[in-house]
């Protein structure tokens, strides 16, 4: 079994960095090969941009789509995006790692999907959701949040951060991952994190333990529930009869 890790947080000494660490530890331990993309530390270019591609199909005019799709076809894709398209293809759990910054993933970890999930190597028109090329793959979002727990909540002041999460998580169903209920750490980067207060010691500890069960035992966790594909019409609009999940994708009320 393989799993490959993404990490997104600046600092390496940080509680990202330190549960990034634990899923590495905890996954060889269970026998896993692991590989691991700490962004910032490798400097990936969040940026998609036409300077990245020195084999244009159309030196004229830069249409990223269009561009990805070529160099996909003509194996020229950029070098430290295939690195991370081989490791992504290659594994069979994905873990990303991330603090949520106003609420979204930080910067470069949008960017890091903009430009690794390569259309004509990642996604193809016949080739996404349910037929998509992970699908039979796993991937699992740990983050954390500065905001307290009630904060977050469906009627807290800083919103229902499972909504806020929907749009980072999709992409991944998208490809055809089986995409596990994330991990949320509330309150952590807060005050008393800040501050250095005596209470924060014993809370990371009690992170540590909860996110080291989460990852030895994958197997008992559920799934983000997704519609299927034969769930919508050919107009790509949900069936009358179809389930709905989500506020993102709902039956009229």
């Not at 293809?89 to 430009?115: E, N, Q, S, T, Y």
């Not at 999460?165 to 169903?173: D, G």
Request: net charge negative.
């Amino acid at each position: 079994m393989k799993a490959h890790i993404v990490l997104a947080h600046p600092e390496v000494k940080s509680f990202n960095g330190l549960l990034a660490n634990l899923t590495v530890r905890s996954l060889e331990q269970q026998g896993y090969s692991v590989t691991q993309s700490d962004l910032y530390q490798i400097g990936f270019d969040p940026c998609e941009k036409a300077e990245h591609f020195t084999n244009r199909s159309n030196d004229e005019v830069f249409h990223a789509q269009t561009e990805q799709r070529y160099n996909a076809g003509e194996g020229t894709l950029p070098a430290d995006v295939q690195a991370e398209i081989d490791n992504i293809l290659a594994c069979d759990l994905l873990v990303v790692h991330f603090p949520l910054w106003w609420f979204g993933p930080p910067a470069i970890l949008k960017g890091w999907m903009d430009r690794v999930f390569a259309y004509g190597k990642m996604y193809k028109s016949l080739e996404r959701y349910d037929r998509g090329i992970c699908a039979g793959k796993k991937m699992i979002a740990c983050v954390t949040t500065g905001a307290s727990e009630a904060s977050c909540s469906h009627n807290g002041r800083e919103g229902d951060t499972m909504m806020h999460l929907w749009p980072v998580l999709f992409p991944f169903r998208y490809l055809g991952f089986q995409v596990y209920q994330p991990e949320v750490f509330y309150g952590v980067g807060g005050v008393s994190f800040i501050e250095g207060h005596d209470g924060a010691n014993s809370f990371i500890d009690s992170y540590e333990k909860r996110w080291s069960g989460t990852i030895s035992s994958l197997g008992d966790r559920s799934f983000v529930p997704y519609n299927s594909d034969t769930d919508f019409d050919e107009t790509n609009r949900l069936l009358k009869d179809a389930p709905d999940y989500s506020p993102f994708v709902r039956q009229t009320k």
